[in-house]
Nanobody, 125 residues
């Protein structure tokens, strides 16, 4: 059974930093793209960042470029999201996600089959 467990969310002031982590019990972890999505109240779930299986390719939403960094550790089956210069508009539930198909780089939410339970990030102004 696949499990993705996020941690590291919380309340932070604007301009501050947070680091989210996702621990994955996924046999094919080292062969799949991993991504972070977020969903703010009343809005659709959107991709924040993605990293390919070998870390050779990354994707960032325009809204977080230059502020967030995604990384992974295939030896530990973990993926992290380092968030700097946080803004109130970054407030959302953040989800870790993985596709079932290996060796394909996806940014489309519909391509992701496994999801964590989410972790709340709140940025106060």
């Amino acid at each position: 059974q696949v499990q993705l467990v996020e941690s590291g969310g919380g309340l932070v002031q604007a301009g501050g930093s947070l680091r989210l982590s996702c621990a994955a019990s996924l046999r094919t972890f080292s062969d799949v793209t991993m991504a972070w999505f977020r969903q703010a109240p009343g809005k659709e779930r959107e991709i924040v960042a993605a990293v390919s299986w070998s870390s050779s390719t990354t994707y960032y939403a325009d809204s977080v470029k230059g502020r967030f960094t995604i990384s992974r550790d295939n030896a530990k089956n973990t993926v992290s999201l380092h968030m700097n210069s946080l803004k109130p508009e970054d407030t959302a539930i953040y989800y870790c996600a993985a596709p079932s198909r290996t060796f394909h780089f996806y940014t489309d939410r519909g391509r992701y089959d496994y999801w964590g339970q989410g972790t709340q990030v709140t940025v106060s102004s």
